[in-house]
Protein backbone atom coordinates (compact mmCIF):
# COMPACT_ATOMS: atom_id res chain seq x y z
CA UNK A 1 0.00 0.00 0.00
CA UNK A 2 1.32 3.31 -0.79
CA UNK A 3 1.83 6.28 1.62
CA UNK A 4 -0.73 8.37 -0.21
CA UNK A 5 -3.45 5.22 0.12
CA UNK A 6 -2.36 4.86 4.10
CA UNK A 7 -3.35 8.45 4.41
CA UNK A 8 -6.48 8.34 2.65
CA UNK A 9 -7.53 5.29 4.74
CA UNK A 10 -6.66 7.22 7.91
CA UNK A 11 -8.51 10.42 6.45
CA UNK A 12 -12.01 8.18 5.63
CA UNK A 13 -11.16 6.27 9.02
CA UNK A 14 -10.90 9.28 11.37
CA UNK A 15 -14.32 10.96 9.60
CA UNK A 16 -16.14 7.59 9.94
CA UNK A 17 -15.10 7.43 14.02
CA UNK A 18 -17.88 10.43 13.85
CA UNK A 19 -19.72 8.12 12.76
CA UNK A 20 -19.52 5.06 14.74
CA UNK A 21 -19.24 7.61 17.69
CA UNK A 22 -22.98 8.61 17.21
CA UNK A 23 -23.75 4.86 16.38
CA UNK A 24 -22.45 3.88 19.41
CA UNK A 25 -24.51 6.52 21.71
CA UNK A 26 -27.82 5.07 19.87
CA UNK A 27 -27.03 1.26 19.73
CA UNK A 28 -25.01 0.64 22.98
CA UNK A 29 -25.99 3.75 25.46
CA UNK A 30 -29.56 4.24 24.60
CA UNK A 31 -30.12 0.56 23.36
CA UNK A 32 -32.11 2.45 19.98
CA UNK A 33 -31.63 0.73 16.69
CA UNK A 34 -31.26 3.97 14.31
CA UNK A 35 -30.93 3.70 10.89
CA UNK A 36 -31.62 7.43 10.33
CA UNK A 37 -27.94 7.74 10.20
CA UNK A 38 -27.84 6.34 6.59
CA UNK A 39 -30.01 9.69 6.16
CA UNK A 40 -28.26 12.27 8.41
CA UNK A 41 -24.92 11.74 7.33
CA UNK A 42 -26.02 12.63 3.51
CA UNK A 43 -27.87 15.33 4.92
CA UNK A 44 -25.15 16.90 6.40
CA UNK A 45 -22.79 16.81 3.39
CA UNK A 46 -25.88 18.17 1.70
CA UNK A 47 -26.32 21.07 3.98
CA UNK A 48 -22.99 21.98 4.41
CA UNK A 49 -22.60 21.73 0.61
CA UNK A 50 -25.36 24.02 -0.70
CA UNK A 51 -24.18 26.70 2.14
CA UNK A 52 -20.27 26.84 0.97
CA UNK A 53 -21.90 26.62 -2.50
CA UNK A 54 -23.82 29.85 -1.74
CA UNK A 55 -21.04 31.65 -0.35
CA UNK A 56 -21.35 31.24 3.59
CA UNK A 57 -18.17 30.78 5.44
CA UNK A 58 -17.15 26.72 6.12
CA UNK A 59 -16.59 27.07 9.74
CA UNK A 60 -20.73 28.13 9.94
CA UNK A 61 -21.72 25.62 7.20
CA UNK A 62 -20.52 22.77 9.20
CA UNK A 63 -22.19 23.89 12.67
CA UNK A 64 -25.74 24.61 10.68
CA UNK A 65 -25.35 21.51 9.28
CA UNK A 66 -24.56 19.36 12.44
CA UNK A 67 -27.41 21.22 14.00
CA UNK A 68 -29.50 19.84 10.89
CA UNK A 69 -28.53 16.20 11.81
CA UNK A 70 -29.37 17.07 15.61
CA UNK A 71 -33.24 18.00 14.21
CA UNK A 72 -33.13 14.55 12.18
CA UNK A 73 -32.27 12.84 15.49
CA UNK A 74 -34.82 14.74 17.45
CA UNK A 75 -37.56 13.79 14.55
CA UNK A 76 -36.84 10.03 14.84
CA UNK A 77 -37.07 9.91 18.80
CA UNK A 78 -40.50 11.99 18.99
CA UNK A 79 -41.97 9.42 16.39
CA UNK A 80 -41.07 6.91 19.06
CA UNK A 81 -41.33 8.82 22.13
CA UNK A 82 -44.46 10.66 21.14
CA UNK A 83 -46.16 8.77 18.57
CA UNK A 84 -45.59 5.45 20.06
CA UNK A 85 -43.83 4.22 16.85
CA UNK A 86 -41.61 1.39 17.45
CA UNK A 87 -37.76 2.48 17.76
CA UNK A 88 -37.01 0.56 14.53
CA UNK A 89 -39.92 1.53 12.57
CA UNK A 90 -39.48 5.34 13.39
CA UNK A 91 -35.90 5.28 12.08
CA UNK A 92 -36.83 3.64 8.79
CA UNK A 93 -39.34 6.47 8.25
CA UNK A 94 -37.14 8.73 8.96
CA UNK A 95 -34.58 7.69 6.70
CA UNK A 96 -36.63 7.38 4.07
CA UNK A 97 -38.06 11.24 4.63
CA UNK A 98 -34.63 12.37 4.75
CA UNK A 99 -33.41 11.02 0.84
CA UNK A 100 -36.39 13.14 -0.55
CA UNK A 101 -35.69 15.83 1.77
CA UNK A 102 -31.97 15.84 0.95
CA UNK A 103 -33.16 15.61 -2.75
CA UNK A 104 -34.86 18.98 -2.03
CA UNK A 105 -31.52 20.69 0.07
CA UNK A 106 -29.92 20.20 -3.02
CA UNK A 107 -31.95 20.98 -5.91
CA UNK A 108 -29.95 17.77 -7.76
CA UNK A 109 -28.36 14.82 -6.83
CA UNK A 110 -25.30 16.47 -6.51
CA UNK A 111 -23.11 19.27 -5.58
CA UNK A 112 -19.46 19.67 -6.38
CA UNK A 113 -17.75 21.42 -3.94
CA UNK A 114 -13.39 21.36 -6.00
CA UNK A 115 -13.79 25.14 -6.34
CA UNK A 116 -14.76 26.32 -3.07
CA UNK A 117 -13.12 27.03 0.17
CA UNK A 118 -13.92 23.96 2.89
CA UNK A 119 -12.34 23.82 6.46
CA UNK A 120 -9.82 21.87 5.29
CA UNK A 121 -8.57 24.65 2.42
CA UNK A 122 -8.55 27.25 4.89
CA UNK A 123 -6.83 25.55 7.90
CA UNK A 124 -4.15 24.06 5.71
CA UNK A 125 -0.60 25.28 6.48
CA UNK A 126 1.08 25.88 3.40
CA UNK A 127 4.11 24.31 4.43
CA UNK A 128 2.58 20.82 4.76
CA UNK A 129 0.87 18.60 2.20
CA UNK A 130 -2.94 18.40 1.34
CA UNK A 131 -2.76 14.34 2.05
CA UNK A 132 -0.95 14.94 5.35
CA UNK A 133 -2.88 18.24 6.39
CA UNK A 134 -6.73 16.74 6.61
CA UNK A 135 -5.93 13.63 8.44
CA UNK A 136 -4.28 16.14 10.93
CA UNK A 137 -7.12 18.46 11.42
CA UNK A 138 -9.02 15.78 11.44
CA UNK A 139 -7.62 13.88 14.87
CA UNK A 140 -7.79 17.10 16.25
CA UNK A 141 -11.68 17.14 15.72
CA UNK A 142 -12.20 13.54 16.61
CA UNK A 143 -10.20 13.94 19.91
CA UNK A 144 -12.09 16.93 20.62
CA UNK A 145 -15.90 15.01 20.07
CA UNK A 146 -14.30 12.21 22.38
CA UNK A 147 -13.22 14.58 24.79
CA UNK A 148 -16.80 16.30 24.83
CA UNK A 149 -18.71 12.98 24.86
CA UNK A 150 -16.30 11.74 27.48
CA UNK A 151 -17.06 14.82 29.69
CA UNK A 152 -20.64 15.56 28.86
CA UNK A 153 -21.44 11.61 29.93
CA UNK A 154 -19.94 12.35 33.08
CA UNK A 155 -22.36 14.69 33.69
CA UNK A 156 -25.86 14.36 35.79
CA UNK A 157 -27.67 14.50 32.74
CA UNK A 158 -25.04 12.29 30.67
CA UNK A 159 -25.57 10.13 33.60
CA UNK A 160 -29.72 9.87 32.80
CA UNK A 161 -29.02 9.33 29.46
CA UNK A 162 -26.91 6.06 29.91
CA UNK A 163 -29.26 5.21 33.05
CA UNK A 164 -32.12 5.22 29.95
CA UNK A 165 -30.82 2.63 27.95
CA UNK A 166 -29.52 0.46 30.71
CA UNK A 167 -32.77 0.66 32.69
CA UNK A 168 -35.51 2.64 31.75
CA UNK A 169 -38.16 1.85 34.66
CA UNK A 170 -35.17 2.27 37.29
CA UNK A 171 -34.35 5.62 35.44
CA UNK A 172 -38.04 6.75 35.89
CA UNK A 173 -38.14 5.48 39.02
CA UNK A 174 -35.26 7.94 40.18
CA UNK A 175 -37.31 10.57 38.70
CA UNK A 176 -35.60 10.93 35.41
CA UNK A 177 -37.44 11.99 32.07
CA UNK A 178 -36.67 9.18 30.22
CA UNK A 179 -38.59 10.36 26.78
CA UNK A 180 -36.90 13.35 27.42
CA UNK A 181 -33.17 11.63 27.78
CA UNK A 182 -33.71 9.26 24.45
CA UNK A 183 -34.85 12.92 22.46
CA UNK A 184 -31.27 14.40 23.56
CA UNK A 185 -29.50 11.62 23.12
CA UNK A 186 -31.16 10.59 19.46
CA UNK A 187 -29.77 14.54 18.71
CA UNK A 188 -26.60 14.20 20.08
CA UNK A 189 -26.27 10.71 17.47
CA UNK A 190 -27.37 12.07 14.47
CA UNK A 191 -25.29 15.33 15.02
CA UNK A 192 -21.96 13.77 15.04
CA UNK A 193 -23.29 11.79 12.28
CA UNK A 194 -23.74 14.95 10.20
CA UNK A 195 -21.21 16.35 11.04
CA UNK A 196 -19.06 13.70 10.11
CA UNK A 197 -20.87 13.77 7.02
CA UNK A 198 -20.17 17.72 5.93
CA UNK A 199 -16.49 17.03 6.63
CA UNK A 200 -16.65 13.92 4.00
CA UNK A 201 -18.39 16.29 1.41
CA UNK A 202 -15.47 18.87 2.08
CA UNK A 203 -12.58 15.98 1.53
CA UNK A 204 -13.91 15.00 -1.16
CA UNK A 205 -14.96 17.58 -2.94
CA UNK A 206 -18.76 17.53 -2.81
CA UNK A 207 -22.26 15.93 -2.02
CA UNK A 208 -23.97 13.45 -3.46
CA UNK A 209 -27.20 12.08 -2.47
CA UNK A 210 -25.67 8.42 -2.57
CA UNK A 211 -23.06 9.45 0.09
CA UNK A 212 -25.12 7.76 2.67
CA UNK A 213 -25.60 4.08 1.46
CA UNK A 214 -24.06 1.50 4.03
CA UNK A 215 -23.32 4.37 6.64
CA UNK A 216 -25.17 2.15 9.62
CA UNK A 217 -23.15 -0.54 8.24
CA UNK A 218 -19.91 1.19 8.82
CA UNK A 219 -21.10 2.59 12.36
CA UNK A 220 -21.72 -0.76 13.84
CA UNK A 221 -18.86 -2.76 12.02
CA UNK A 222 -16.58 0.05 13.99
CA UNK A 223 -18.33 -0.40 17.18
CA UNK A 224 -17.74 -4.26 17.13
CA UNK A 225 -14.37 -4.30 15.67
CA UNK A 226 -13.39 -1.71 18.57
CA UNK A 227 -15.54 -3.59 21.05
CA UNK A 228 -13.41 -6.55 20.09
CA UNK A 229 -10.13 -4.62 19.95
CA UNK A 230 -10.19 -2.88 23.00
CA UNK A 231 -13.39 -4.41 25.23
CA UNK A 232 -14.12 -2.49 28.03
CA UNK A 233 -17.10 -1.28 30.44
CA UNK A 234 -15.24 2.35 31.13
CA UNK A 235 -16.89 4.95 28.81
CA UNK A 236 -13.73 6.80 28.26
CA UNK A 237 -11.70 3.65 27.01
CA UNK A 238 -15.20 2.76 25.09
CA UNK A 239 -14.92 5.83 23.66
CA UNK A 240 -11.36 5.24 22.40
CA UNK A 241 -12.00 1.61 20.97
CA UNK A 242 -14.86 2.85 18.76
CA UNK A 243 -12.57 5.62 16.84
CA UNK A 244 -10.00 3.10 17.01
CA UNK A 245 -12.36 0.07 15.78
CA UNK A 246 -13.32 2.64 12.40
CA UNK A 247 -9.65 3.53 11.65
CA UNK A 248 -8.93 -0.02 12.07
CA UNK A 249 -11.74 -1.28 9.87
CA UNK A 250 -10.78 1.54 6.62
CA UNK A 251 -7.36 0.35 7.10
CA UNK A 252 -8.50 -3.23 6.58
CA UNK A 253 -10.66 -2.32 3.70
CA UNK A 254 -7.76 -0.10 1.98
CA UNK A 255 -5.28 -2.92 2.43
CA UNK A 256 -8.18 -5.70 1.18
CA UNK A 257 -8.60 -3.75 -2.39
CA UNK A 258 -5.22 -2.83 -2.64
CA UNK A 259 -3.64 -6.13 -2.46
CA UNK A 260 -3.46 -7.24 -6.31
CA UNK A 261 -2.71 -10.60 -4.78
CA UNK A 262 -5.95 -10.68 -2.99
CA UNK A 263 -7.55 -10.17 -6.36
CA UNK A 264 -10.58 -8.27 -4.66
CA UNK A 265 -12.45 -4.63 -6.37
CA UNK A 266 -14.14 -2.07 -5.31
CA UNK A 267 -17.47 -3.76 -6.00
CA UNK A 268 -16.37 -6.51 -3.18
CA UNK A 269 -16.27 -3.66 -0.55
CA UNK A 270 -19.59 -4.95 1.14
CA UNK A 271 -18.29 -8.33 1.29
CA UNK A 272 -14.41 -7.35 2.68
CA UNK A 273 -17.10 -5.52 5.56
CA UNK A 274 -19.32 -8.91 6.12
CA UNK A 275 -15.82 -10.63 6.58
CA UNK A 276 -14.53 -8.27 8.74
CA UNK A 277 -18.04 -7.90 11.21
CA UNK A 278 -17.87 -11.88 11.28
CA UNK A 279 -14.55 -12.02 12.52
CA UNK A 280 -14.99 -9.51 15.18
CA UNK A 281 -17.74 -11.35 16.69
CA UNK A 282 -16.62 -14.54 16.55
CA UNK A 283 -12.99 -13.67 17.85
CA UNK A 284 -14.71 -13.10 21.28
CA UNK A 285 -16.35 -15.96 21.54
CA UNK A 286 -13.45 -17.76 20.56
CA UNK A 287 -11.45 -16.34 23.87
CA UNK A 288 -14.14 -17.27 26.08
CA UNK A 289 -14.10 -21.01 24.94
CA UNK A 290 -10.25 -20.84 25.49
CA UNK A 291 -10.67 -19.50 28.59
CA UNK A 292 -13.03 -22.04 29.55
CA UNK A 293 -10.88 -25.06 28.55
CA UNK A 294 -8.01 -23.39 30.28
CA UNK A 295 -9.85 -23.22 33.64
CA UNK A 296 -11.06 -26.78 33.07
Known amino acids: MSLFSLFGALEIGLIFSLVALGVFISFRLL ?105 ALLVLIVIAAKLALDGYFATRQGLAIRATGSNPRMARAQGVNTGAMVILGMAISNALVALAGS ?45 LGAIVYRFFIALALNSDFIGLQAQDLNLVTAVLVTVALVIPLLKKRLTRRKGA
Not at 68 to 79: I, K, P
Request: hydrophobic fraction near 55%; aromatic fraction near 6%.
Open 31 to 135: RFPDLTVDGSFPLGGAVCAVLIANGMDPFSATLIATAAGALAGVMTAVLNVHLKIMDLLASILMMIALYSINLRIMGRPNIPLITEPTLFTLLQPEWLVDYIARP
Open 199 to 243: LFAQTQGGADISMGIGTIVIGLAAVIVGESILPSRRLILTTLAVI
